[in-house]
C-alpha cells in the first residue's frame, strides 16, 4: 500500500472479532512455533530434521484469495480458517475473514454449539480482522466454494497428513468437558472425500530416532502389502457421519527414505508445530527401510541447479516447436572424460508416449499431435539425451508395476494452455506457429480445473527474466466458452487444452507502492506470442 496506507490498514478496528471464542488465535502460539525454530519439537524430543516448515509461513507465500489454517488457542492446533482478503506492504499487514463452521446435521449442530473444534465439513464467511502477526497461520488449505449454496467446503485430500481425535464420539457434545484434553491418531489420506463413502485413510507412527518422522506399517519392499505386527489396523474408511473426526491437517513433506540411514521407505515428515508434546514412538522394521540401488547415481549438470538420477522424470522439447511436452524417464546415466577435457555425460532414457484418453475425452484427430498431460506408457527401449536436451523435472504418478505414469495438472503449477483450439488442428499447426496460447495458474484440480489467466508484467530492469501476473481481463472473444472473468473452468474431457508446465517460481515485486506476488517463469517455455 501506499504511504500511509498501511498505517490506515492497522488503523482499523479489529474488533470485529466472530463470536465464537474458538475463532481467535492464542499468543502462545508463537512461543511453540519459536520452540520448533531453536531446536525442540514436540515434547523437545530430539532427532533429525530435514524440512524448513517455516519457509511455507514466509511473507511472499500470502496471497489474495488463498485459505489459510489457523492455530486454535484451546490445543494450539491449526483447526481454524480463514481468508486473505488483502496483503498490505511494506509494512507486512492482512485483512482476514474468518471462516465459521455452518454444519447442516443436527447432531453436528449440537457439537458446534458446545465449542468443540471442527476442521471438516461446511463453512461459510464471517468475520473480518486485521492482522500482521504471522505466528498465527500454520499453512494453505484447500477448500470448495458452492456455486448456490454459498457454503465453503474443507474436505481431506488424497496425500495429505490429518491428525485423528483418538476414541472420538460424535456425542462428546453431551459432556464436552470432559474431552477437552485431546489425543491423537496420525493417517496418510489415502481418497478424496466422497459423499456416499467419506475417506480412506492409513495409520502413522511416529519413527523413534527423527523429530517428526511417520511411517504406515503396512508398507514394504516393491509395494508389498504388509499387515502391521500389532493389533490395530492399517487402514480405515471414515464414514461422511464421522467428518468431524478429523481434527485438523499437518502439513507435510514426503521422503524417499534414503534421505538419512534409517529411514523408512514412503515416510512424512510432518510440522512440528502442529503435532501434540508426546506422541509414542516406534522403531522402525527392518523391512521397511530401503535398500539401496547400485544404479542410483546422481551427477550435477553444467545447466543451472539440475542434478541428474536414474528414476527421474523429464520435460523435454517437442521438435514441432520446442515447448517442453514431450517426457522421458532416466533409465542410466554414463560418464565418459578425455584427457584434460570437461567429462561428457549421457543420459539412457525411455521416452513415454502417450495413451488414449478414455471414452467421453475429447482427443487430437491428428495422432501425431503432443499431449502434455494424461496417462502414459513407460517403454523399455532408450534414446541418448545429453543435459542440455532436457527442460525441467517432473513428478508423475507411477502405477504400481512401473509401466505407466500420469501427469496432470497440479495446484499452483504454471502451465501453458490453447487458449482457441479445435480438436482436428495437427502439428503443422504447431509448426507454422499457428496456435493461439495463454497462460494460467491452477487454482484446482478436482474434478474440473479451474485456472487463472496470467499475463505479462514488464519491468524495466529486468532483461533476461519473464515474470507473470494475475491478468485484469480476457479477449472478448473468449467469453462466450470460458466466460467473462479470469478465473474459468476447463472440464477434465477437455484436458488436451493443457499444452505444458512451464517452471515458475513465485516472486513479489512491488508495484504501484503495493507487494503483488509474480511468477518468474523459464522464458524458454513461453510461445512468444503468450500476451494477452
Same mark, same amino acid.
Given at each position: 500500500?501506499?504511504?500511509?496506507?498501511?498505517?490506515?490498514?492497522?488503523?482499523?478496528?479489529?474488533?470485529?472479532?466472530?463470536?465464537?471464542?474458538?475463532?481467535?488465535?492464542?499468543?502462545?502460539?508463537?512461543?511453540?512455533?519459536?520452540?520448533?525454530?531453536?531446536?525442540?519439537?514436540?515434547?523437545?524430543?530430539?532427532?533429525?530434521?530435514?524440512?524448513?516448515?517455516?519457509?511455507?509461513?514466509?511473507?511472499?507465500?500470502?496471497?489474495?484469495?488463498?485459505?489459510?489454517? @489457523?492455530? =486454535?488457542?484451546? *490445543? %494450539?492446533?491449526?483447526?481454524?480458517? &480463514?481468508?486473505?482478503? +488483502?496483503?498490505?506492504?511494506?509494512?507486512?499487514?492482512?485483512?482476514?475473514?474468518?471462516?465459521?463452521?455452518?454444519?447442516?446435521?443436527?447432531?453436528?449442530?449440537?457439537?458446534?454449539?458446545?465449542?468443540?473444534?471442527?476442521?471438516?465439513?461446511?463453512?461459510?464467511?464471517?468475520?473480518?480482522?486485521?492482522?500482521?502477526?504471522?505466528?498465527?497461520?500454520?499453512?494453505?488449505?484447500?477448500?470448495?466454494?458452492?456455486?448456490?449454496?454459498?457454503?465453503?467446503?474443507?474436505?481431506?485430500?488424497?496425500?495429505?497428513?490429518?491428525?485423528?481425535?483418538?476414541?472420538?464420539?460424535?456425542?462428546?457434545?453431551?459432556?464436552?468437558?470432559?474431552?477437552?484434553?485431546?489425543?491423537?491418531?496420525?493417517?496418510?489420506? @489415502?481418497? =478424496?472425500?466422497? *459423499? %456416499?463413502?467419506?475417506?480412506?485413510? &492409513?495409520?502413522?507412527? +511416529?519413527?523413534?530416532?527423527?523429530?517428526?518422522?511417520?511411517?504406515?506399517?503396512?508398507?514394504?519392499?516393491?509395494?508389498?502389502?504388509?499387515?502391521?505386527?500389532?493389533?490395530?489396523?492399517?487402514?480405515?474408511?471414515?464414514?461422511?457421519?464421522?467428518?468431524?473426526?478429523?481434527?485438523?491437517?499437518?502439513?507435510?513433506?514426503?521422503m524417499t527414505g534414503f534421505e538419512a540411514k534409517g529411514l523408512p521407505k514412503d515416510a512424512y515428515e510432518?510440522?512440528?508445530?502442529?503435532?501434540?508434546?508426546?506422541?509414542?514412538?516406534?522403531?522402525?522394521?527392518?523391512?521397511?527401510?530401503?535398500?539401496?540401488?547400485?544404479?542410483?547415481?546422481?551427477?550435477?549438470?553444467?545447466?543451472?541447479?539440475?542434478?541428474?538420477?536414474?528414476?527421474?522424470?523429464?520435460?523435454?522439447?517437442?521438435?514441432?516447436?520446442?515447448?517442453?511436452?514431450?517426457?522421458?524417464?532416466?533409465?542410466?546415466?554414463?560418464?565418459?572424460?578425455?584427457?584434460?577435457?570437461?567429462?561428457?555425460?549421457?543420459?539412457?532414457?525411455?521416452?513415454?508416449?502417450?495413451?488414449?484418453?478414455?471414452?467421453?475425452?475429447?482427443?487430437?484427430?491428428?495422432?501425431?499431435?503432443?499431449?502434455?498431460?494424461?496417462?502414459?506408457?513407460?517403454?523399455?527401449?532408450?534414446?541418448?539425451?545429453?543435459?542440455?536436451?532436457?527442460?525441467?523435472?517432473?513428478?508423475?504418478?507411477?502405477?504400481?508395476?512401473?509401466?505407466?505414469?500420469?501427469?496432470?495438472?497440479?495446484?499452483?503449477?504454471?502451465?501453458?494452455?490453447?487458449?482457441?483450439?479445435?480438436?482436428?488442428?495437427?502439428?503443422?499447426?504447431?509448426?507454422?506457429?499457428?496456435?493461439?496460447?495463454?497462460?494460467?495458474?491452477?487454482?484446482?484440480?478436482?474434478?474440473?480445473?479451474?485456472?487463472?489467466?496470467?499475463?505479462?508484467?514488464?519491468?524495466?530492469?529486468?532483461?533476461?527474466?519473464?515474470?507473470?501476473?494475475?491478468?485484469?481481463?480476457?479477449?472478448?472473444?473468449?467469453?462466450?466458452?470460458?466466460?467473462?472473468?479470469?478465473?474459468?473452468?476447463?472440464?477434465?474431457?477437455?484436458?488436451?487444452?493443457?499444452?505444458?508446465?512451464?517452471?515458475?517460481?513465485?516472486?513479489?515485486?512491488?508495484?504501484?507502492?503495493?507487494?503483488?506476488?509474480?511468477?518468474?517463469?523459464?522464458?524458454?517455455?513461453?510461445?512468444?506470442?503468450?500476451?494477452?
Open positions: 500500500m501506499k504511504g500511509t496506507g498501511t498505517a490506515a490498514f492497522y488503523s482499523a478496528s479489529s474488533a470485529e472479532n466472530v463470536h465464537s471464542p474458538r475463532l481467535s488465535c492464542a499468543v502462545s502460539v508463537g512461543d511453540k512455533r519459536k520452540r520448533n525454530e531453536d531446536g525442540g519439537s514436540n515434547g523437545d524430543s530430539g532427532g533429525l530434521k530435514f524440512n524448513d516448515f517455516e519457509k511455507l509461513r514466509k511473507e511472499v507465500n500470502f496471497t489474495v484469495g488463498q485459505t489459510w489454517a @489457523l492455530y =486454535d488457542k484451546m *490445543d %494450539g492446533m491449526p483447526s481454524l480458517y &480463514a481468508r486473505i482478503r +488483502k496483503v498490505s506492504a511494506p509494512s507486512f499487514g492482512l485483512r482476514i475473514t474468518h471462516l465459521e463452521p455452518d454444519p447442516d446435521d443436527e447432531r453436528e449442530i449440537l457439537w458446534l454449539e458446545q465449542d468443540l473444534p471442527i476442521s471438516a465439513g461446511q463453512f461459510r464467511l464471517g468475520k473480518n480482522e486485521n492482522t500482521g502477526d504471522r505466528s498465527m497461520f500454520s499453512h494453505v488449505v484447500h477448500c470448495k466454494e458452492g456455486s448456490n449454496s454459498g457454503h465453503i467446503t474443507v474436505s481431506p485430500r488424497k496425500g495429505e497428513t490429518w491428525a485423528l481425535f483418538k476414541n472420538w464420539d460424535i456425542n462428546w457434545s453431551s459432556e464436552p468437558d470432559s474431552h477437552r484434553k485431546y489425543e491423537y491418531e496420525f493417517v496418510e489420506v @489415502l481418497s =478424496d472425500y466422497a *459423499d %456416499g463413502t467419506g475417506v480412506s485413510v &492409513a495409520f502413522l507412527h +511416529k519413527a523413534k530416532g527423527f523429530a517428526s518422522v511417520f511411517f504406515r506399517m503396512g508398507t514394504g519392499d516393491s509395494d508389498t502389502f504388509r499387515m502391521p505386527t500389532g493389533d490395530e489396523p492399517d487402514t480405515s474408511q471414515i464414514l461422511p457421519q464421522d467428518i468431524y473426526r478429523f481434527s485438523h491437517m499437518i502439513p507435510s513433506f514426503k510432518l510440522d512440528p508445530a502442529a503435532l501434540p508434546k508426546t506422541i509414542e514412538e516406534k522403531v522402525v522394521p527392518p523391512h521397511l527401510i530401503p535398500r539401496p540401488k547400485p544404479e542410483a547415481l546422481c551427477f550435477p549438470s553444467k545447466s543451472k541447479g539440475k542434478v541428474f538420477q536414474t528414476g527421474q522424470f523429464w520435460a523435454f522439447s517437442s521438435h514441432y516447436d520446442y515447448m517442453p511436452r514431450s517426457y522421458c524417464r532416466i533409465q542410466k546415466i554414463t560418464v565418459t572424460q578425455a584427457f584434460e577435457q570437461e567429462p561428457e555425460i549421457k543420459m539412457h532414457v525411455c521416452r513415454l508416449k502417450a495413451i488414449p484418453f478414455p471414452a467421453g475425452f475429447i482427443r487430437w484427430v491428428d495422432k501425431s499431435m503432443p499431449v502434455g498431460c494424461g496417462t502414459f506408457s513407460v517403454p523399455k527401449t532408450c534414446s541418448i539425451f545429453t543435459p542440455g536436451s532436457v527442460s525441467h523435472q517432473i513428478f508423475p504418478q507411477p502405477s504400481k508395476d512401473g509401466t505407466e505414469c500420469t501427469i496432470l495438472p497440479k495446484i499452483g503449477q504454471v502451465w501453458v494452455i490453447y487458449r482457441s483450439w479445435f480438436h482436428d488442428y495437427d502439428v503443422k499447426a504447431l509448426e507454422g506457429k499457428y496456435m493461439d496460447y495463454e497462460v494460467v495458474e491452477v487454482l484446482d484440480d478436482g474434478l474440473n480445473y479451474k485456472v487463472l489467466a496470467l499475463t505479462p508484467g514488464e519491468f524495466p530492469n529486468e532483461e533476461e527474466n519473464r515474470f507473470f501476473r494475475a491478468a485484469k481481463s480476457r479477449p472478448s472473444y473468449r467469453h462466450e466458452v470460458d466466460g467473462t472473468g479470469v478465473i474459468f473452468t476447463i472440464p477434465q474431457s477437455k484436458m488436451i487444452r493443457f499444452s505444458h508446465q512451464v517452471p515458475a517460481s513465485r516472486v513479489t515485486k512491488e508495484i504501484d507502492g503495493e507487494m503483488e506476488v509474480l511468477y518468474e517463469v523459464d522464458n524458454s517455455a513461453v510461445p512468444y506470442h503468450c500476451d494477452l
